[in-house]
């Protein structure tokens, strides 16, 4: 949980950092949402009948979501689970499988975890068990990127956040 509340705290700070250099206003900042409980975790679960990744949930119960955590891009907290961002994000997962044989036969497995408000960038877990349950795939008309787990991918997304801020400072 430490872990967590250190990779939040460094994130938070490159968020900060990015929003003073970011003159034009691309984005939106936020702070992460308020960590929730075990046992909404646990009802969330139920409601949705799949099992979420143990990484997943120590962040939820450090950051119930964050929006706008990457530009534009929503990380779903619990209350997002079971929300209209939740069911756009379904959509969005919908056509990417339509073009993807290997997404196609998991899908009943993938949960969207995070979705851009603005453009088609779409972050889903693998939920099926086996080698690659927590796994996350970044689609946005095609496969971007996996990571092999929920922290690798918050990881990545800091770096991500890194590149943008070094970006805006230099005006780029």
């Excluded at 929003?19 to 009802?43: Q, S």
């Excluded at 990417?96 to 779409?122: G, H, Q, W």
Aim: with cysteine; proline share 2%; glycine share 4%.
């Amino acid at each position: 949980m430490d872990e967590w509340k250190k990779l939040i705290v460094i994130l938070v700070h490159i968020r900060s950092q990015l929003m003073e250099a970011d003159k034009e206003k691309l984005w939106e900042y936020h702070l992460p949402g308020l960590a929730t409980t075990k046992d909404k975790i646990e009802k969330v679960q139920k409601k949705i009948n799949l099992c979420l990744s143990e990484e997943y949930k120590e962040f939820l119960l450090c950051a119930n979501g964050w929006p706008c955590f990457y530009q534009m891009v929503d990380l779903f907290g619990t209350n997002e689970l079971m929300s209209d961002k939740m069911l756009r994000a379904l959509k969005m997962l919908s056509y990417e499988c339509e073009n993807n044989n290997e997404l196609l036969e998991i899908n009943k497995y993938l949960l969207p975890v995070a979705v851009s408000r603005t453009d088609m960038d779409l972050f889903v877990m693998v939920l099926k068990t086996g080698r690659r349950f927590g796994e996350i795939i970044w689609l946005a008309g095609g496969e971007i990127d996996r990571f092999e787990s929920f922290k690798d991918f918050f990881k990545a997304m800091i770096e991500y956040n890194k590149l943008d801020l070094e970006d805006a400072k230099n005006g780029v």
